[in-house]
């Protein structure tokens, strides 16, 4: 991707990001806004992550900016491409961006290897659906599932797997698209502790290796701290904090997680987790 065409006149995107958002807003029938009048600009190759309690706006702005929520103000601008709202915009802007969610979405009577070349249909017509899948399609899907660790599962049906591996397959599916933004919605929502700092390691491995941008949503201070070389903290639908891991301070914490109103109380180590929805992506041809 050329980064040197976002720098024209009607293309807010700056010199060293990929994507970016100006005043952005996220309003949804109930007339309840989720995200509020927000501009952000992602670095290429940071590795950030989104923080905040249940509500807050971390799903709502992940999939704003893959364009499966529409904005209802503002707007999401990819580098070299423009603005995501127009459809042809949005088809090229999606293959070329990842997405793992905290379920899993894989079709369990399928192969581990099935499963993951499903994330190449967003790069084939509708008619090349029905057709087998090539060698050289075959050879990348192995490659992305070992990069995952599963090649020794590539033939086995993916609903034998554990939540761990599962969440993996689905890493691997994101890694074939050979995607420039990575997308993750609580992918260690369901997981253990110890499973959770694994698959978040690979991930991180793989995304620094790769020099691949990637926004992730979690709920685990500890976890951002660790990997995030960014942290944006999101509370009743706006950014109350943007900056590094190290100027995250306690202070900072008990800001975004105290005691919203109209809410439950609410703590950085005990939160409920926000559900998710099948890649729309995936289907996207």
Not at 60 to 72: D, S
Not at 156 to 172: H, I, K, P, T
């Amino acid at each position: 991707m050329n980064l040197e065409k976002s720098l024209s006149n009607h293309d807010p995107v700056q010199a060293n990001s990929i994507i970016c958002t100006k005043l952005l807003e996220v309003t949804y029938k109930n007339n309840l806004p989720a995200l509020k009048s927000t501009t952000l600009n992602i670095a290429q190759g940071s590795f950030v992550v989104l923080l905040g309690p249940s509500g807050a706006g971390k799903s709502t702005l992940l999939r704003a900016l893959n364009g499966l929520v529409k904005p209802t103000g503002g707007s999401v601008t990819a580098a070299g491409l423009g603005n995501i709202a127009k459809p042809s915009t949005l088809k090229q802007h999606r293959r070329q961006t990842g997405m793992i969610f905290q379920q899993h979405h894989l079709i369990g009577r399928l192969s581990v290897l099935s499963n993951v070349l499903l994330g190449r249909l967003g790069h084939h017509a509708g008619w090349r659906m029905f057709c087998p899948w090539t060698q050289a399609e075959k050879e990348l899907a192995l490659a992305a599932i070992e990069r995952v660790g599963l090649l020794d599962r590539a033939l086995e049906r993916a609903d034998q797997l554990s939540g761990g591996q599962q969440q993996r397959v689905g890493m691997a599916r994101a890694l074939i698209q050979q995607p420039q933004l990575l997308l993750a919605d609580e992918p260690i929502a369901s997981l253990d502790p110890n499973t959770s700092l694994r698959l978040l390691q690979s991930l991180h491995d793989i995304c620094k290796s790769d020099g691949l941008t990637a926004v992730v949503s979690l709920h685990q201070v500890d976890f951002a701290r660790q990997f995030a070389d960014r942290i944006i903290g999101l509370k009743q639908g706006s950014v109350v904090f943007d900056g590094s891991a190290s100027e995250f301070t306690e202070l900072h914490i008990k800001n975004l997680y105290q005691h919203q109103p109209g809410n439950s109380a609410i703590t950085a180590k005990a939160l409920p987790m926000p559900g998710s929805f099948l890649q729309s992506s995936l289907v996207e041809v």
